[in-house]
């Protein structure tokens, strides 16, 4: 994999998908064999899910930067979709708990990448902090066969190993 191919969200979604496993017992089997955190342009393949099974879809954007190039500096909005309202709740409620904790998260963040299941090009970020930035209720959805959704928006800060010019290693 190309080292431009991830943002700081792409290991952030491994971390957040291992914890929501943990924390609500959520598993691939229910998914087809897919992880069901994905970028917008994926969600129809998760249109036919059972009832229960609940899945985010996530869009982020760089933010800008000043003098301090070096830190990768992204807000991540993660919208949730399900047919069970208090689980949608309880999702929302967790990611924003879990997320909202600006550099204790980040050193859970980098211990996972430490430790867990991820790709060499993850372990060169290294992850300052995470803020909670807004969080809605769950709300009537039209489309995406009847959901309800709700969403969380989470800034993050991180470095990635850069060469002597400030690129990325």
Known sequence: MSKYDLAGTHV???FVWSRLQKEFNLSINNYEGLIPVVPSQQIPVFNNLQSGNPFIVYTYINSGYDTEFWAGLEQVTY???GDIENQLRAMSNFL???LKRYDITALEINDFI???PVDSDDQKFDFKYTEVVSAVSPEPFESENGRQATSVA?????THL???FGMRI
Not at 154 to 158: P, T
């Open 162 to 164: 850069l060469d002597q």
């Open 96 to 98: 924003v708990d879990l």
């Open 154 to 158: 989470v800034r993050l800060c991180y």
């Open 79 to 81: 919208t949730i979709y």
């Open 12 to 14: 952030l979604n491994k």
């Open 114 to 116: 430490a430790n867990g």
